[in-house]
């Protein structure tokens, strides 16, 4: 059943920070940024994880359909991508894990550095198996595995060798907005 203009609104309007919150406790958000801090120290990758409640209304009342939903939500992840400067990294190897509560949407984005080498079906399968942790309320559990999927990735193409320069580029604090 296609959801009308007006019920994709409302269930935007209805969701907040608060929502956020809710789904990613502050001490959840902490063990998050813990596990992306030791992520990043066997990779010279950066990944960040930003989770937002809905979109702005303005933008929601222009949809028409779950198509532009999906390229609206994918336009959102780049946006965060840029405000967050995930592509602002030394070897362009920065991830975002983004999530739209309101859609219950997931998209990964990663810099040109990762693209080149990781294949959009890899991508979708880490994207796939989050979404099925997700609608089981495992939001803990389904972020970290897809953290570890990312790392994994990031390891495997950018590695820390023992002579190699790591600096903590972005913070590795879990957005919520």
Known sequence: ???NRLQRLWRHL???EAATRRAIPDDMAARLSQRIGASERRHTGEVRICVEAALPSNLVWRLR????LAA???ERAWEWFGRLRVWDTEQNNGVLIYLLLAEQAIEIVADRGLVRDVD???WQA????LGQRLQRGEFEEGLTQAL???SALLVHHFPVGTDTFNPDELPDAVVRV
């Open 72 to 74: 609206m939500t994918r």
């Open 1 to 3: 059943m296609r959801m």
């Open 65 to 68: 359909g779950d198509a532009e």
């Open 126 to 129: 880490v994207v796939d198996r």
């Open 120 to 122: 959009g079906a890899q």
């Open 148 to 150: 570890e999927e990312v």
């Open 14 to 16: 209805w969701q907040d």
